[in-house]
């Protein structure tokens, strides 16, 4: 028996159908949620005339990093959402399941770090 067997034999909640239909649906759901808040936060950063250009080049690296671990996260949860199933189901289900939580870290951990890199920075 399989691991996946044998986990959707435990709880019919962890089978591969169901997890796959599950992360298309809260992954669309998160995908918006992780790029309409970064839109947000950023957006209000520049409308207040807030530069990356203004903070000292250690903390322009740090908050760069901290902007691709975004924006690579958004990506990540964008395609655990699409309801492309690239080979099989148990496939689709282990890697979905894996984008969701890489891009869920990425989004927690970049946007820390940018945030960070702005907050040491100078006041406006």
């Given at each position: 028996m399989t691991r996946e067997n044998?986990?959707?034999?435990?709880?019919?909640?962890?089978?591969?159908?169901?997890?796959?239909?599950?992360?298309m649906w809260t992954g669309t759901a998160w995908f918006a949620v992780a790029a309409g808040s970064a839109a947000i936060v950023l957006g209000m950063l520049l409308s207040s005339g807030w530069?990356?250009?203004?903070?000292?080049?250690?903390?322009?690296?740090l908050w760069w990093v901290g902007s691709v671990l975004v924006a690579l996260s958004v990506g990540l949860i964008g395609w655990s959402g699409c309801p492309i199933l690239e080979?099989?189901?148990?496939?689709?289900?282990r890697n979905k399941s894996r984008t969701m939580q890489l891009?869920?870290?990425f989004f927690i951990i970049g946007g820390a770090v940018?945030?960070?890199?702005?907050l040491l920075g100078p006041a406006a």
């Open positions: 044998e986990t959707a034999r435990i709880h019919p909640l962890m089978s591969a159908e169901t997890n796959v239909q599950r992360i530069r990356p250009a203004q903070l000292p080049d250690d903390l322009q690296v080979v099989d189901v148990p496939t689709a289900s891009g869920t870290m940018a945030l960070f890199a702005v």
